[in-house]
């Protein structure tokens, strides 16, 4: 799912917090390659990195989440929906 954080009244961040209430929970997903744990191993700086990548960071940090969408039944994914349109609505109204 990807969000436009001026149309949506706030980032992903806030949505996945929202979903989360709603008892919907997100899927670990790919992140940033700089980001893993085995780069800092290898000596690259993570930051140093990010701050070259402004649209990698703006996407993953402010736009962009997995939801669960594999084995649903009908009305799961009816809820899902709904959830989504509720958290967003509740965004752009400032709660």
């Known amino acids: 799912l990807e969000i436009d954080p001026a149309k ?30 085995m780069l800092a191993e290898l000596g690259y700086d993570a930051d140093a990195i990010a701050r070259s990548c402004p649209n990698t960071e703006e996407v993953f940090n402010r736009r962009f989440t997995h939801l669960p969408l594999y084995g649903l039944t009908a009305e799961q994914v009816d809820y899902l929906a709904t959830a989504v349109l509720e958290s967003i609505a509740e965004m752009r109204a400032g709660r």
Do not use: M, N, S, W
């Open 8 to 37: 949506a009244g706030g980032d992903v961040q806030l949505l996945r917090r929202k979903l989360k209430q709603r008892g919907v929970t997100e899927i670990p997903h790919f992140g940033q390659l700089y980001r893993f744990r």
